[in-house]
């Protein structure tokens, strides 16, 4: 029990531990108006396309309202008091591990991180062996050997700008919703990711992620194209609690996938998620989405999302190209008074295309956990094929989980299949496990990981250890 | 070993006494049957040997190595030993054969200041004990019960107890549901992991699996109550005259215990 | 001009908002429903609850006052009448009571039923009529609380049990000008009572008309009722139905729906769990073809402990009609060990079909076991091949599966003549629709 203390003491704190005192912003106006978005293209050097998009951006959000059709209630943000750049963050070094909030160090040692990199996630300066940028370097080469490009947005603006111009918010576009919007108008950085013809990705696409691009703010945008024959996988985010000043993140991710190509994309979001009492807390409005452009395409979504007091998004898949794969796999877990609202879109456009969803929600203490997707069977997908597993899992007595599948076909020679169950951690599980020797607490998380192995073994290796600790730790203590 | 003082027990927060002063007292080496139609008790007195939070004990004490239990968590008397084989094993989907093992051996193992075994060592060992209950291996990496038959779930007990090695086995009902060939395998299992350092109780409503594990003791429960104790022979006696034969019994004697 | 205003100054609206004299039947019913009215939106597709239907059925059509609108006298009506109610029938036309055409003999001790109209001074209707309504934002309900009139009355007193179904028919003549119906029915059951009803739909020509029935429905403690539910209105009608029953401890209620009819419609129903211990079923069965919408939204509400419901609705599109479904399960806080089961089916058999379904579960508490599984697909082509090598046509083999799936649905309804003519019907869709071949 004391773990969960730990954990909550921390998260629940303000960071005494030097991250919050002594970042420093330059100087910007607050609010958005087209001058604000002017300077921010301004200060990123951009082109002048770059420029005209966001303001493209800026003037399609102007006309937009804040949705509000999803399952969750919140204080909605104030635009006009909102600072919507910030230069990169210039963390304090610290000088050793030592210097660490034990509670964070326990935390990282709970989860199994390595100690290199609880170095770097804590902000303490590393030696020569193992830095940040030393291993940046090996890792660009190793890419740039293959072809791969990899790099920021802010980058791929200056120097691919033609993949830019053909590829930014061709899946999602500007008009999309409100907050795709927002962050076509004011993004503040991402990742960019190409793959050429035939190029297997030489590594999984997070070791970097996970160290070095812990800062791209707010309003993140990523964009990854997988040409023909090739292969890519990529994971964001971190088991390790993150804390961030900003409480409105509204990120947009954006993949294409052509002939044959295939793009596996993991998230792991622990963000803040807000006191017992649900003050505080990150506010994550993520659009998604992915594009099965060519034949035989494949975009799988996996997804972990246990942090946030506030979680909207939907990965979605747009299945275009014959014969193309979409899936999604996703595990929401919900505490104290989070709210998510998660799932998924799978819009069936070509031939034989097949979807496959698993969800897995679980809600305990006092929040609501809810699933909504849609499976859309346009006229044309001949032979198109999905299935769907919804299963929601109570923990306690005040907790809400809610299931929302919209189902559409048009199409009478496809499958659709859809199921859902809820059930619940039962008091004779945790008695049958007890008696063979296990605790309460280790019994719950047996039953949980158990209960989401089916997303949870699609994550990459390293990462699903990890992960498995981590529901664990969300979920101590909520039984009894 | 297992010692019951005057136990009463019942229904937590329901008020609905179960156990009515049972006493008991079982050593190192010996096998006890306890007997008893359907409602006796039989069955909740395993449970509240184990610890299961549904049932509370308002009176009496039990006492394991001389030590009172009542306290404990089940976790807690897992770890000192004490081993229920369910009526009815619990199915917990997801979770594999294996790691429910590899978890309990390695939390009772660090317990009893015995050494915890890497997954290598600890796939070597259960294999082992695999033979022990005729089981198939592709039992080890599927979901703990989950799907399993009746037969397999009972015998999936048994292979659970020789992996963990209890000081005290509790089998509640492991015959029933079981057919010859099966119940054979279960029984052959049970026999050879019996050793002098421990105990064994056989809770059953009939005398078949008698045939195969010879107690050293058989209790009648009735209504919350031991109302006959004797050995082997007894059970068969049950067998031939039924339980209603001890109401005259019990009767003509006088006296309840 | 945006559609609600459009609604507001149609005749639809300006017909239920006409003030009737206040010595009239059921004035304060039809005041107070009035007056929710004015503060009531026509519904739109911006709604979420309306999102996939189309209503432009009803916006389009310019609905008359049934006085005004010409109605053809009624004939045949005997053909629709079931054997089992002999004794115990209740005929409207058009929304209105037919004396001559019921029969309202005696059907056991304490079973109390006829016109609505006749019981208005009854402590029961007083009691319960337009009380157990509750369709939030709801214009349907409230144009039949402005335009109440005749209705069917079922009171079983404590352990009353109806020796025979009652069987409440309705049904609609062709006319000048289309016209709205707004039928009621209210039944209330006292503890340990028991009752079947029949409440059947029939649309005698094929002209456009509008009828809006409201059921309330009382199922009291132990009490049990089955409620069959037949809609065969005419291909141009517009059928908006609002059923609610709410069911206390130990009692059943169990309602099976037929959709045959109508060009669109749309059903709403609705069982509010008052106590534990409860046990009710909302089952299905929607068969439809040319421009066909049907549209079911329904909410099974768990607000007690202990209660097992369960729902199968079952679809067969054709041609260009368009299904909707939207199947609500609630558990509320502290409705434990609440068993519920929804299963939407549906087959799609056309190009130009279009199948919509949102099965939704809302659950609050912990100790209970719900699911729902939804399915859209045509007929499973291995069993079509299974059929065809046993020697039928493969037109035959579709029709026999699109039968055989139809059918599950109507097993449970027990009135042998209902369910023999529900076979009949089924039968008749699935010739109907074997004839037309594949369009790829």
């Given at each position: 029990?004391?773990?969960?203390k730990?954990?909550?003491?921390?998260?629940?704190?303000e960071?005494?531990y030097?991250?919050?005192?002594?970042i420093?912003?330059?100087?910007?106006p607050l609010?958005?108006n087209e001058d604000?978005?002017?300077l921010?293209?301004?200060?990123k050097?951009?082109?002048?396309?770059?420029t005209?998009?966001?303001l493209n951006?800026?003037?399609a959000?102007t006309e937009?309202?804040?949705?509000?059709?999803?399952?969750?209630?919140?204080?909605?943000?104030?635009?006009e008091?909102?600072q919507?750049?910030s230069?990169p963050?210039h963390r304090p070094?610290?000088?050793?591990?030592?210097?660490?909030?034990?509670?964070?160090?326990?935390t990282?040692?709970?989860?199994g991180?390595p100690?290199?990199e609880?170095?770097m996630?804590?902000?303490?300066?590393?030696?020569?062996?193992?830095?940040s940028?030393?291993?940046?370097?090996?890792?660009?080469e190793?890419?740039a050997e293959?072809g791969?490009i990899?790099?920021?947005i802010?980058?791929a603006?200056?120097?691919?700008p033609?993949l830019?111009?053909?590829?930014?918010?061709?899946?999602?576009?500007v008009?999309?919703?409100?907050?795709?919007?927002?962050?076509?108008a004011?993004?503040?950085?991402g990742?960019?990711?190409?793959?050429p013809?035939d190029?297997?990705c030489?590594?999984?696409?997070?070791?970097?992620?996970?160290?070095n691009?812990m800062?791209?703010?707010?309003f993140?945008?990523?964009?990854i194209i997988?040409?023909?024959n090739?292969?890519?996988?990529?994971?964001e985010g971190c088991t390790a609690p993150m804390?961030?000043e900003?409480?409105?993140h509204?990120?947009?991710v954006?993949?294409?996938a052509?002939?044959?190509a295939?793009?596996k994309?993991?998230?792991?979001?622990?963000?803040?998620?807000?006191d017992?009492?649900?003050?505080?807390?990150i506010?994550?409005?993520?659009?998604?989405?992915?594009a099965?452009?060519?034949?035989n395409?494949?975009?799988s979504w996996?997804?972990?999302?246990?942090?946030?007091?506030v979680?909207?998004?939907?990965?979605?898949?747009?299945?275009?190209?014959?014969?193309s794969i979409g899936e999604?796999y996703?595990?929401a877990?919900?505490?104290?008074k989070?709210?998510?609202?998660?799932?998924?879109?799978m819009?069936h456009?070509g031939?034989?295309?097949?979807s496959t969803?698993?969800?897995?929600g679980?809600?305990?203490?006092?929040?609501?956990?809810?699933?909504r997707g849609l499976?859309?069977?346009?006229?044309?997908?001949e032979?198109?094929r999905?299935?769907?597993?919804?299963?929601s899992?109570?923990?306690?007595q005040?907790?809400?989980?809610?299931?929302?599948?919209y189902i559409?076909s048009a199409?009478?020679?496809?499958?659709?299949?859809h199921?859902a169950t809820?059930?619940r951690?039962g008091e004779d599980?945790?008695?049958y496990?007890?008696?063979?020797g296990?605790?309460?607490?280790?019994?719950?998380?047996l039953i949980?990981?158990g209960f989401c192995?089916?997303?949870?073994?699609?994550?990459?290796?390293?990462?699903?250890?990890?992960?498995?600790?981590?529901?664990?730790?969300k979920?101590?203590g909520?039984?009894? | 070993?297992l010692?019951l003082?005057?136990?009463?027990a019942?229904?937590e927060?329901?008020g609905?006494?179960i156990?009515?002063g049972v006493?008991?007292?079982?050593?190192?080496?010996?096998?006890h049957?306890?007997?008893g139609?359907?409602?006796?008790?039989?069955?909740?007195?395993?449970?509240?040997?184990?610890?299961?939070?549904?049932y509370?004990?308002t009176?009496g004490?039990?006492?394991f190595?001389g030590?009172?239990i009542?306290e404990?968590?089940?976790?807690?008397r897992?770890?000192?030993?004490?081993?229920l084989?369910?009526?009815y094993p619990v199915?917990v989907?997801?979770?594999?054969?294996?790691?429910?093992?590899?978890?309990?051996?390695?939390?009772?193992?660090?317990?009893r200041?015995?050494?915890?075994?890497d997954?290598?060592?600890?796939?070597d060992y259960?294999?082992?004990?695999?033979?022990l209950v005729e089981?198939n291996?592709?039992?080890l990496?599927?979901?703990?019960?989950t799907?399993f038959s009746g037969g397999e779930?009972k015998?999936?007990e048994?292979?659970?107890?020789a992996v963990l090695?209890p000081?005290?086995?509790?089998?509640?009902?492991?015959?029933s549901?079981l057919?010859?060939d099966?119940?054979?395998?279960v029984?052959e299992?049970?026999?050879?992991l019996?050793?002098s350092?421990?105990?064994?109780?056989?809770i059953t409503?009939?005398?078949r699996l008698?045939?195969y594990?010879?107690?050293?003791?058989?209790h009648?429960?009735?209504?919350?109550r031991?109302v006959k104790?004797?050995?082997k022979?007894?059970?068969?006696?049950?067998?031939?005259?039924?339980y209603d034969w001890l109401?005259s019994?019990?009767t003509?004697?006088?006296?309840?215990? | 001009?945006?559609l609600?205003k459009q609604i507001?100054?149609?005749?639809l609206?300006?017909?239920?908002?006409?003030?009737?004299a206040?010595?009239?039947?059921?004035a304060?019913?039809r005041?107070?429903?009035?007056?929710?009215?004015?503060q009531?939106a026509?519904?739109?597709?911006?709604i979420?609850e309306?999102?996939f239907t189309d209503?432009?059925?009803?916006t389009?059509?310019?609905?008359?006052?049934l006085e005004?609108?010409g109605?053809?006298?009624?004939?045949?009506?005997?053909?629709?009448f079931?054997?089992e109610?002999?004794?115990?029938?209740?005929?409207?036309?058009n929304?209105r009571?037919q004396?001559?055409l019921s029969?309202?003999?005696?059907?056991g001790?304490?079973?109390?039923?006829?016109?609505?109209?006749?019981y208005e001074d009854?402590?029961?209707?007083?009691?319960?009529l337009n009380?157990?309504?509750?369709y939030?934002?709801d214009v349907?309900?409230l144009?039949n609380g402005?335009l109440?009139?005749?209705g069917?009355f079922?009171?079983l007193?404590?352990?009353?049990?109806?020796?025979?179904?009652?069987?409440v028919?309705?049904?609609y003549t062709?006319?000048a000008?289309?016209?709205?119906a707004?039928?009621r029915?209210?039944?209330?059951a006292e503890?340990?009572?028991?009752?079947?009803?029949?409440?059947?739909h029939?649309?005698l020509g094929n002209?456009?008309?509008m009828?809006?029935?409201?059921?309330?429905?009382?199922?009291?403690?132990g009490?049990h009722?089955?409620?069959?539910?037949?809609?065969?209105?005419?291909?141009e009608a517009?059928?908006v139905?609002?059923p609610?029953a709410y069911?206390?401890?130990?009692s059943e209620y169990?309602?099976?729906?037929?959709?045959?009819?109508?060009?669109?419609?749309?059903?709403e129903?609705?069982?509010v769990?008052?106590?534990?211990?409860?046990?009710f079923?909302?089952?299905?069965l929607?068969?439809?073809?040319?421009?066909?919408?049907a549209d079911?939204?329904?909410v099974?509400?768990?607000?007690?402990?202990h209660?097992?419901s369960?729902?199968?609705?079952k679809?067969v599109?054709?041609?260009n009609?368009h299904?909707?479904?939207?199947?609500?399960?609630?558990?509320?806080?502290?409705?434990q060990?609440?068993?519920?089961f929804?299963e939407n089916?549906?087959?799609l058999?056309?190009?130009?079909?279009?199948?919509?379904t949102?099965?939704?579960?809302?659950?609050?508490?912990?100790?209970?076991?719900?699911?729902?599984g939804?399915?859209i697909?045509q007929?499973?082509p291995?069993?079509v091949f299974?059929l065809?090598?046993r020697g039928?046509?493969?037109?035959?083999a579709?029709?026999?599966?699109?039968?055989?799936?139809?059918l599950e649905?109507i097993?449970?309804?027990?009135?042998e003549?209902?369910?023999k003519l529900?076979?009949?019907e089924?039968?008749?869709?699935?010739r109907?629709n074997s004839?037309q071949?594949?369009?790829v």
């Open positions: 029990m004391s773990e969960t730990a954990l909550e003491t921390m998260i629940g704190e960071y005494k030097g991250f919050s005192t002594d420093e912003y330059e100087e910007f609010g958005i604000v978005v002017r921010i293209s301004e200060k050097n951009e082109p002048e396309w770059m005209e998009f966001r951006a800026y003037r959000w937009m309202e804040e949705p509000d059709w999803f399952n969750a209630t919140y204080e909605k943000p104030n635009f008091t909102l919507f750049y230069a963050k070094k610290l000088d050793s591990l030592d210097e660490v909030d034990p509670k964070i160090r326990e990282y040692e709970k989860l991180i100690l290199e609880q170095k996630l804590a902000g303490v300066a590393v030696d020569a062996v193992f830095d940028v030393s291993v940046f370097t090996s890792f660009k190793k890419l293959a791969v990899f790099c920021s802010s980058e603006i200056q120097e691919y033609e830019i111009k053909k590829y930014m918010g061709s899946v999602v576009p008009r999309d919703n409100f907050y795709a919007a927002l962050n076509s004011v993004f503040s950085d990742s960019f990711c190409y793959v013809k190029t297997i030489p590594m999984e696409l997070s070791t970097y992620f996970r160290i691009n800062n791209s703010g707010q993140e945008r990523t964009l997988a040409e023909e090739s292969h890519v996988s990529y994971l804390y961030d900003h409480q409105l509204a990120a947009v954006e993949l294409v052509l002939d044959n295939e793009i994309y993991s998230t792991i979001q622990n963000w803040y998620s807000g017992e009492d649900g003050k505080g807390g506010y994550n409005f993520v659009t998604k989405r992915g099965c452009r060519g034949k395409s494949k975009i996996t997804q972990l999302e246990t942090g946030s007091a979680t909207l998004k939907y990965p979605s898949v747009i299945l275009q190209g014959d014969n999604f996703s595990v877990v919900t505490n104290k989070q709210q998510a609202d998660t799932g998924t879109k819009i456009i031939k034989n295309t097949k969803i698993i969800s897995k679980i809600s305990a203490g006092n929040s609501n956990n809810s699933y499976v859309k069977f346009n006229r044309k997908a032979n198109a999905n299935f769907s597993q919804c299963d899992m109570l923990i306690g005040t907790c809400g989980a809610h299931t929302f599948p559409e199409n009478p020679t496809g499958k659709i299949e199921e809820t059930s951690v599980q945790i008695f496990l007890q008696q063979r296990i605790s309460e607490d280790d019994a719950i998380s949980v990981n192995k089916d997303v949870l073994k699609e994550l990459p290796m390293e990462f699903a250890v990890e992960a498995n600790k981590l529901l664990g730790i979920l101590e909520s039984v009894g | 070993m010692e003082k005057d136990v009463y019942e229904v927060g329901e609905i006494e156990l009515k006493s008991l007292t079982i050593n190192k080496g010996e096998i049957a306890i007997m139609p359907n409602g006796s008790g039989k069955s909740t007195l395993a449970k509240v040997v184990s610890g299961h939070p549904e509370e004990v009176q004490d039990i006492l190595n030590e009172s009542l404990l968590d089940p976790d807690e897992a770890h000192a030993g004490i081993f084989a369910f009526q199915e989907p997801g979770v594999t054969n294996t790691t429910l093992l590899r978890e309990s051996y390695n939390t009772i193992a660090a317990s200041g015995r050494e915890e075994l997954p290598l060592e600890f796939d259960i294999r082992e004990k695999l033979d089981m291996p592709d039992f990496e599927r979901s703990v019960n799907g779930k015998r999936n048994i292979f659970q107890m090695q000081s005290l086995a509790l089998l509640d009902e492991t015959d549901g057919d010859i099966a119940l054979r395998v029984s299992g049970i026999n050879k019996h050793t350092e421990d105990a064994v109780i056989l409503h009939y005398q008698l045939n594990i010879v107690p050293d003791f058989v009648v429960m009735r209504d919350g031991i104790t004797g050995g022979e007894l059970a068969l006696e049950l067998e031939e005259k039924g109401d019994q019990t003509v004697n006088g006296e309840v215990k | 001009m945006t609600n507001e100054l149609s005749v609206h300006n017909l239920a908002a006409a003030e009737t206040p010595e009239e039947r059921w304060d019913i005041k107070e429903s009035r007056s929710a009215l004015s009531t026509f519904p739109h597709r911006k979420e309306w999102r209503l432009r059925p009803i389009r059509t310019e609905f008359v006052p005004n609108a109605a053809f006298p009624v004939s045949g009506a005997e053909t629709y079931i054997p109610s002999e004794g115990s029938r209740l005929v409207f036309v929304g009571y004396e001559e029969s309202t003999g005696p059907l001790k304490g079973v109390i039923f006829g016109n609505l109209a006749e009854n402590p029961v209707v007083q009691e319960y009380k157990l309504l509750n939030e934002e349907f309900s144009y402005a109440l009139n005749d069917a079922i009171h007193e404590k352990n009353a049990k109806a020796e025979a179904p009652i069987q028919l309705h049904l062709d006319s000008k289309p016209f709205v707004t039928p029915l209210l039944v209330v503890e340990e009572s028991d009752l079947t009803i029949v409440e059947d029939v649309g002209n456009v008309y009828t809006l029935p409201v059921s309330e429905v009382k199922v009291k403690e009490a009722i089955h409620h069959v539910r037949l809609q065969r209105d005419s291909e517009v059928h139905s609002r609610i069911v206390e401890k130990n169990h309602a099976y729906t037929i959709t045959l009819g109508a060009r669109l419609s749309r059903n129903p609705r069982v769990q008052e106590d534990e211990e409860v046990d079923t909302l089952d299905g929607v068969l439809i073809d040319g421009n066909q919408i079911t939204h329904s099974m509400d768990h607000r007690f402990a209660g097992q369960h729902q199968l609705h679809v599109v054709n041609g009609a299904s909707i479904f939207n199947g609500k399960i609630f558990v509320r806080k502290d409705a060990k609440i068993d519920s929804q089916r549906n087959l058999l056309s190009y130009e079909g279009l199948v919509n949102k099965p939704q579960l809302e659950i609050f508490a912990d100790d209970v076991l719900c699911s729902h939804a399915t697909g007929l499973d291995e069993e299974y065809q090598s039928m046509t493969e037109e035959k579709k029709e026999v599966l699109t039968y055989a799936f139809a649905t097993e449970n309804v027990k009135i003549s209902v369910h529900l076979i009949e089924v039968n008749r869709y699935t109907a004839i071949k594949e369009t």
